[in-house]
């Protein structure tokens, strides 16, 4: 686009956001690799019949909206959580999406708080009135926060994901103990207690045991569920279990202890969380109780004061 063509469009928009958008066409200039691309791009072998054509105004949107979401998802990359420890997340949560997926997620979602946040402003201005500043400050508060609800709702997932984890480990060790004590191998056991059981840890187990199938130790298998799942208690697992089927210890008894490891590890996060939840509890009675209280022993001597006065 020319700068002759630039100054009319930016004249005839009058100054307004669309002349920055045109600006930002303007900015955004073809690479090489987009000039020469389509020169050195194979021919598919496939029928041109199987071909899928994309129709409807989506596609037009989607093409529009890709380069700026392109930037939004840079631009989150920089500001945001690194990408490994992203991916790690990911993966403690359970979830199969890419780190650009998630990112695209954050930049859909702060452009919905931006809009919010927008709405919520011009309704203040309109009603209420206000300074120009504040109500700016107000969108891009709200556009941050929605930019940082995805990454929120990560964390209480993978908070979530692991308290049902620890959970279910006791319940699965003391499975795989007996399995172990009726006379089956590890993976015997393994297989045994995924074909009855079901949940988050059994399908851990499922994939554990499926790395072990295609030729992987059961020790590297293991191990890689405890870096997957990220649990302290489950690295305790693997490498007893490991050292068990290494050593030749007895695996049943390291089982039970596992096991038992775990749920006196549960009663004292219990115990934790009651602690802190009875600090919690003082606030209530501290504030409205105890004044209350007060008000009801006083209140009666001051009226017999006030008649004897």
């Known amino acids: 686009m020319s700068p002759a063509v630039t100054g009319a469009l930016i004249g005839l928009l009058g100054g307004s956001g669309l002349a920055l958008v045109v600006l930002r066409l303007r900015a955004r200039r073809i690479t090489l690799e987009q000039r020469v691309g389509p020169y050195l791009r194979t021919r598919g072998t496939s029928s041109l019949l199987r071909v899928e054509v994309v129709r409807g105004p989506w596609g037009t949107v989607e093409r529009l909206v890709a380069p700026f979401l392109a930037d939004g998802v840079r631009l989150m990359a920089r500001i945001g959580s690194p990408a490994g420890e992203l991916r790690q997340r990911l993966v403690r949560a359970g979830r199969s999406e890419t780190v650009e997926q998630f990112r695209a997620q954050q930049v859909v979602c702060g452009v919905v708080g931006l809009a919010l946040g927008l709405l919520v402003a011009v309704l203040l201005a309109a009603t209420r009135g206000g300074a120009l500043v504040p109500l700016v400050a107000l969108v891009l508060v709200v556009g941050f926060l929605g930019a940082l609800a995805p990454d929120w709702a990560l964390g209480r997932q993978v908070a979530r994901r692991e308290a049902r984890l620890l959970a279910q480990m006791p319940t699965i060790t003391e499975l795989l103990a007996l399995a172990v004590s ?16 079901h949940g988050e840890l059994a399908d851990e187990l499922a994939r554990t045991l499926a790395d072990a199938r295609a030729g992987a130790p059961l020790t590297a298998a293991l191990q ?9 208690a489950l690295a305790r697992f693997a490498e007893g279990v490991a050292v068990a089927v290494e050593r030749g210890s007895p695996l049943a008894d390291v089982l039970r202890a596992q096991a038992q490891d775990v749920r006196e590890e549960g009663r004292r996060a219990l115990m934790q969380t009651g602690g802190r939840k009875e600090v919690l509890m003082m606030v209530p009675v501290v504030f409205l109780i105890l004044p209350v209280t007060v008000l009801f022993a006083v209140f009666p001597s001051a009226v017999v004061l006030r008649v004897g006065l």
């Open 224 to 232: 890689a569920l405890a870096d997957r799942t990220g649990i302290p």
């Open 182 to 197: 009726a006379g089956e191998g590890a993976t015997g056991a393994l297989e045994r207690v995924v074909r009855q059981t």
